[in-house]
């Protein structure tokens, strides 16, 4: 029997489970600077294994505490990367809705509200935040 409610496994699932996905972006970031430094990496690998293992110690917890309500298995590690992609482009997306009507008011300064460019862009930050709706619908945010 556990000593762990499985009110408690789940608030340290998702406690454990961001801290994860903060960290597989602060990954992300390392690689793709020039020279990423080695010592960062190789620590980022080791908290990365560690919290995977303490993620799936949870679950099976969890799935003893549980018996009738098994935990899904999150924890794989093809997907949190593929959840880690999704949060990507989401992020990725987030920012050009800053940076798209920055471009625009320069276009529009300039007089080139009729160029292709101008039309492109416009286009471009209808399909966002259409995109961005299915993520918040689908809770990535």
Known sequence: MSDFT???????????????RKLEKARETLLHKPSPPKS????????????RIALSLISNESEKTTADHPAPDFYAQEKMRRLTAFENVYDELKNDLTAI????????????????????LLGQKMINNHLIQHFERHGIN
Do not use: M
Request: hydrophobic share 40%.
């Open 6 to 20: 499985s009110d408690e496994l789940e608030a340290a699932r998702d406690s454990l489970l961001s801290s994860f």
């Open 40 to 51: 960062q990496l190789k620590l980022t690998a080791r908290n990365l294994d560690a919290l």
């Open 101 to 120: 009507p920055a471009e625009l008011e320069k276009l529009k300064a300039a007089g080139k509200e009729k160029t292709v460019r101008y039309r492109e």
